[in-house]
C-alpha cells in the first residue's frame, strides 16, 4: 500500500474535524448562494409566475441538497468519531499488552531472554566452518 503509516487517535479526530468543517464551509456557501439568489428573485422575477415557479423548484432543491448534506455530515462526524474511539481503545490494549511483557521481562532479572545461552545437550556442539 501507498501510505502503510498509523493514524493514532488524535490525528484521525484532527483529521475528522478538518472535514466536517470544509463540508460545512462549502454548504455554507450553498446556503449564502440561495440567499442571494433569493433576494435577487424578489426584486427580478417578483411579477413573471413562470420565473417563480422554476425558482421555488431551484430553491426546494438546493434546500434538499443542504438537508441531505446535513445528514450526511453528521453521519460521516459520528463515524469517524467512532473509529477514533476504535482506534483509542486499540491504542489502550496494545499499551496493556506491551506493559505486561516490559514486567515480564523485568521480573525476570537483569537477563532478558536473549540474552540467555541456548541449553547444551550431549553433542549439541557449535559447527566448525573452518573445516
Not at 455530515?73 to 474511539?85: D, G, N, P, T, Y
Request: hydrophobic share 35%; charged share 25%; aromatic share 10%.
Amino acid at each position: 500500500m501507498a501510505n502503510d503509516r498509523v493514524i493514532i487517535p488524535s490525528e484521525l479526530e484532527a483529521v475528522a474535524e478538518n472535514e466536517i468543517r470544509r463540508l460545512a464551509n462549502f454548504y455554507d456557501d450553498i446556503a449564502n448562494e440561495v440567499g442571494v439568489a433569493s433576494r435577487s428573485r424578489e426584486s427580478v422575477f417578483a411579477h413573471n409566475s413562470e420565473v417563480e415557479q422554476t425558482w421555488i423548484e431551484c430553491s426546494e432543491f438546493y434546500y434538499q441538497i443542504l438537508y441531505e448534506s446535513s445528514a450526511h455530515i453528521r453521519a460521516v462526524s459520528k463515524f469517524l468519531m467512532h473509529v477514533a474511539e476504535e482506534a483509542r481503545t486499540q491504542e489502550s490494549e496494545l499499551q496493556e499488552i506491551f506493559d505486561e511483557y516490559a514486567e515480564d521481562i523485568l521480573s525476570q532479572g537483569s537477563s532478558a531472554p536473549w540474552d540467555e545461552e541456548p541449553p547444551s545437550y550431549p553433542g549439541n556442539t557449535e559447527p566448525d566452518f573452518a573445516t
